[in-house]
């Protein structure tokens, strides 16, 4: 992610550095962590907000903007989903364990391994963290709102797949 901003400028890639360029996601891409730490790590890191709120006349259905909806968001240390956005979190990572393929690579060898190598040209020490590292390859778990070849194909050219593609095969190398 960081060589993104190094291709935009020196300059932002300073300040990606820096910490001072604020991380935007959209609620799909916010979803792509969750899904990530449940298929690579077994962990549910996320809530599930209520459907309903209490009030002094019985409950009403869950709005964000109801200071009881407030105040319990306030309490929780996870991000919250609702029941739909984690059946759906859920769902993924039961798919990807039934695909005989996707299963088999994500068995038997580490998962959110971080990986070190020297660039051949200029002795640089490289670091990467590979989502699942297996004994002979990298797998890399991306979720995508279009799954078809072609929607797919615009995500990675969008999200620039192919530079991590190539950085984990230069540590790797």
Known sequence: SALKWFRRSPAHYKAYLAGTIPS????????????????????????????????????KPWIWA????????????????????????????QYIFRHPLAASLLAGGTPEASIYGTHAATGLRLKGRADYLGDRYIADLKTAADA????????????????????????AD
């Open 24 to 59: 935007v996601s959209s609620p799909a891409q916010a979803k792509g962590p969750l899904i990530h730490s449940l298929i690579l790590e077994g962990r549910k890191d996320y809530v599930v907000h209520p459907s309903e709120y209490p009030t002094d006349k019985g409950s």
């Open 66 to 93: 109801a200071n009881y909806c407030k105040d319990w968001r306030a309490e929780q240390v996870l991000p919250c989903v609702s029941k739909d956005e984690a059946v759906a979190i859920e769902s993924a990572a």
């Open 148 to 171: 078809t070849t072609n929607g797919f194909s615009k995500s990675a050219a969008k999200y620039d797949y192919e530079y991590q593609a190539g950085m984990y095969c230069t540590i």
